[in-house]
């Protein structure tokens, strides 16, 4: 995950993402739904006892946070399937739509209706890109 710079993300919204972390964190230690909970509860208390801190204290506060978190990390934290680092992460491939037009007729007659209106939808296109951006001089194309 790319870290964006600690300056321009205010104080409240790195303290949610702190509680957030925290809250995945006991999820990872806490696999009984019982247990968690207890927990979870706990630390909403922790948070919502400094909730009326200066800012002063709340830096200081948030910086003592995110080191007890390090420190605390789960060693094999979970991670969503379809999420990066989950184990199903960029699985399916999502073929482009071009690749339908080298598709066999005898496979576009299986779908006639789906592949009218998708030629309708290209000529419209093309007639957009030509009336937002002019017709394509025929030199530039490379016929020679």
Same mark, same amino acid.
């Given at each position: 995950?790319?870290?964006?710079?600690?300056?321009?993300?205010?104080?409240?919204?790195?303290?949610?993402?702190?509680?957030?972390?925290?809250?995945?964190?006991?999820?990872?230690?806490?696999?009984?739904?019982?247990?968690?909970r207890y927990r979870a509860v706990q630390l909403?208390?922790?948070?919502?006892?400094?909730?009326?801190?200066? +800012?002063?204290?709340?830096?200081?506060? *948030?910086?003592?946070? &995110?080191?007890?978190?390090?420190?605390? %990390?789960?060693? /094999?934290?979970?991670?969503?399937?379809?999420?990066?680092?989950?184990?199903?992460?960029?699985?399916?491939?999502?073929?482009?739509?071009? +690749?339908?037009?080298?598709?066999?007729? *005898?496979?576009?007659? &299986?779908?006639?209706?789906?592949?009218? %209106?998708?030629? /309708?939808?290209?000529?419209?296109?093309?007639?957009?890109?030509?009336?937002?951006?002019?017709?394509?001089?025929?030199?530039?194309?490379?016929?020679?």
């Amino acid at each position: 995950m790319a870290q964006v710079p600690l300056a321009i993300v205010s104080h409240k919204r790195q303290v949610c993402s702190l509680y957030k972390r925290a809250l995945r964190n006991l999820e990872a230690w806490y696999d009984r739904r019982n247990d968690y909970r207890y927990r979870a509860v706990q630390l909403r208390a922790r948070f919502d006892e400094n909730r009326s801190k200066d +800012l002063g204290e709340g830096i200081r506060l *948030l910086a003592s946070g &995110q080191k007890e978190l390090f420190e605390t %990390k789960h060693y /094999q934290p979970r991670n969503f399937a379809n999420s990066a680092g989950g184990c199903a992460f960029e699985r399916e491939v999502i073929p482009p739509d071009w +690749l339908l037009d080298y598709w066999h007729p *005898l496979e576009k007659a &299986q779908y006639p209706e789906y592949f009218a %209106k998708r030629e /309708q939808r290209k000529k419209e296109y093309v007639t957009w890109w030509e009336k937002q951006y002019g017709k394509p001089d025929p030199k530039d194309l490379g016929h020679h």
